[in-house]
Structure formats: C-alpha cells, structure tokens
C-alpha cells in the first residue's frame, strides 16, 4: 500500500526565517512525486514534480529535492504570501492506471 | 481555458436525501478523480476513472457511486446522505504521469 506522511503538521515561521518541510513515502513503482500548495476555500494548486532521485526543481523562494525515501520543499526567506497548505502526492502506475496518493499536508503560516 | 468545473461550490442536505456531484475538465484528460478532504485527514481517493468507460474504487468509496459520462464529464452522487459524508469535495484529472489538475471543490453539509 502506498504511504505519504509530510512532517510537520503545522510550521509558524518568521518572515524571512527558513526552513524545511518533509515528505516521507513508500511506493512500489514511483512515477513521480508531486507538490501543490492549497489556499483555504480553495483546490490544490501545482508546484513541482520530482521523478527520479537526486531531482530538483526551483520556483521563486521554493526548492524541491528528492531522494529514494523522501522529498524536501525548502523555503528559503518566506514572505507571509507563501502562508498555505503544502500537499505532497506520489503517483504510482496501478494495472496501467496513474493513482495519486496524497499526505495530509503542512499547515504553514508566515508572520510578518 | 476553464480547466475543471465542479457544481455546486456548496450544498446543504438533510439526512437521506440524494444529490448528484458534477465535474467537468476541457484539457482532454483521460483520468478523473473523486477526492474528499476532511480537518487533518488529507486528501482521500473516492473513485477514480483512468479512461471513458471505466471506474474504479479508491480508499473510500462506501455510500458513493460515480459515472464517467464521457471523456470530460465525472459525477459523483451520494443516493443517501449521511452527517459522515459532510466534508469538502474535489475533482480532479491528469493523463499519463503528470500533475492533477483540481476544481474549486463543493462544500457539503449533511445534517
């Protein structure tokens, strides 16, 4: 069975403070590893997708890595519009079928 | 483009009442997906449908039942609502190994 587990649950930074947010998975036959960021009222929107170990992948204060295990999204010098909901999904090929898996996210606000 | 349309963007029912969900996606995308998000679960797979004409169960498919109308059309419908079942609906589609594209999702209220 597939698993996503994203680490922390909730993370309050500084603006301009760092950090890192962790997604863990195990699936059989990744075929690809993908993060949205979720505004509340809203539907999940696409940042990156990852699909072998050592990618990575850059959007503005956003950077995505990917080992065999897990994925990192770093923020780097957050601003408090890049408070949201960050979603990691992988997708695995089931009988031909592309499934997405989802965590249950990071709750990240940004104070200014 | 309108990428994927849900109708209703909110819903009230009374218990045991029937509603029909619809979503619709115009980048000729061969998957769909039902999800449901509820405080602290995530994202949980309802029904899935890899191409026109096919269905299938996902993590939670009791109490729901979908039709895949044609290539760009996905319903979800609820015969008998339960207050179980009050959560925050999306569609979604991709093809191949690509990112999902999400509707705005419907609120729904079961009381």
């Known amino acids: 069975e597939d698993q996503v587990t994203q680490s922390p649950e909730a993370l309050r930074l500084q603006e301009g403070e760092s950090s890192s947010l962790n997604c863990s998975y195990t699936?059989?036959?990744?075929?690809?590893l993908f993060w949205y960021r979720q505004d509340p009222g809203k539907g999940p929107e696409f940042l990156f997708t990852?699909?072998?170990a050592g990618e990575e992948k850059e959007k503005e204060r956003l950077k995505a890595t990917l080992t065999k295990k897990e994925s990192f999204l770093h923020i780097t010098a957050p601003k408090p519009e890049d408070s949201a909901t960050y979603l990691c999904?992988?997708?695995?090929?089931?009988?031909?079928?592309?499934?997405?898996?989802f965590g249950r996210g990071t709750s990240l606000i940004v104070h200014p | 483009n309108a990428g994927v349309t849900q109708t209703p963007k909110f819903q009230v029912l009374k218990t045991g009442q029937s509603m029909t969900l619809q979503c619709a996606q115009d980048m000729n995308h061969n998957s769909m997906y039902w999800y449901r998000q509820d405080p602290g679960m995530g994202l949980r797979l309802i029904y899935y449908?890899?191409?026109?004409?096919?269905?299938d169960k996902g993590e939670v498919p009791n109490g729901y039942n979908v039709s895949r109308l044609n290539k760009r059309e996905f319903s979800l419908r609820l015969e008998s609502a339960a207050p179980s079942q009050t959560s925050v609906y999306f569609c979604?589609?991709?093809?191949?190994?690509?990112?999902?594209?999400f509707g705005q999702g419907t609120r729904l209220t079961v009381v």
């Open positions: 699936v059989s036959g990744l075929r690809g």
């Open positions: 990852l699909y072998s």
């Open positions: 449908s890899a191409s026109e004409g096919t269905t």
């Open positions: 999904a992988v997708q695995a090929a089931s009988g031909g079928s592309y499934i997405p898996t």
């Open positions: 979604a589609s991709t093809t191949g190994d690509r990112q999902a594209f």
